[in-house]
């Protein structure tokens, strides 16, 4: 796979110098880049790699002095990281998929297949599940009875779609990924002793031998277009209606949205993250890493969390939050300054008790 430098600076928007007939066959960090490299170099403090390495092109910052460099070609972008994302679509190799459905498929005669739709071993589709045009399906996938995948995704190696999801558009899921599987939701007989905890905010905790009863799941998850959900995630089926996820939104490794739970669109949710049932999420949300959202919640439209929030209660529109439990970020960071001058604070005190104590009473 190679490309000119023109055809690289047409496809990220961007401007290209000098010999822009140049071929390159691989991106690569500046001091490791050889002559078929372009070497990536999107920001100064990257510039002394460009005269270690062998790259006779680079994609660089803004402007750039590329000819100081000795560069024969160059492409100069105003905002790296997002020409990062065009540039690695271009070069991306991708996982080695191959086109067909391979013999050991199994595939229900009433499932809807569309066109051109690639469908890896051991891969189970069930009775009337549709699968969009230019789908790829990886090895030892599932797909449930009534299912709705849309066209052009791609589900990489053991991803379980369940019974009755909806996809959209453009998904793309990554290896291990559950969707659809029962929300995590029980009931004692009698008021059990985790509601009078609740109730009483811990002032209350009575014995209780009583079992758990299953509310099942009769909903399913449906999920709008360009979504993508990272290695071994889970979604959770709704109590009653389905769990919802808007368009563009992005889901991290080893997420978990509980049952009921509402996304709107283009939120990104980091590793680690949980989100407790019924709990319903604006538009452009982003959760930092090991964030947890307990259930029940609202938090609105642009809410941003630090990493390893813990979210108890409603969060508005534009704010954000950090710690555990979550304050207002600069709060946060006000409290967490003053408890590291707790020793200092302590030390002045101290000094200034035993001053107070060494005065006599005529001082």
Known sequence: MAFTIKEIATALGAQAFGAVDLSVARVSEPAEAGADDIALALNPKFADGLTQGGARAAILWDGADWQGFGLEAAITVPRARYAMSGLTQMFDL???????????????????????????????IEARAKIGDNAVIGPQCYIGVDVTLGARATLRDHVSLLARVTIGDDFWCQSGARIGGDGFSFVTPEKSHVESTRETLGKSVTADTQHWARIHSLGSVSIGDNVEIGVNSTVDRGTIRDTRIGNGVKLDNLVQVGHNVVIGNDCLLCAQVGVAGSTQIGNNVVLGGQTGVADNLVIGDNV????????????????????????KMETQIEAYKGLRRLPRLVKEVAALKKAISNLSPND
């Not at 080695?96 to 739709?117: L, W």
């Not at 990493?307 to 439990?325: E, Y």
């Open 94 to 124: 991708g996982v080695g998929t191959q086109p067909g459905i391979h013999p050991s498929a199994i595939i229900d005669p009433t499932a809807e297949i569309g066109e051109n739709v690639s469908i890896g071993a051991f891969t189970v």
């Open 304 to 327: 941003v969390t630090g990493g390893a929030t813990t979210v108890l209660s409603n969060v508005p529109s534009g704010r954000a939050m950090l710690g555990s439990p979550a304050m």
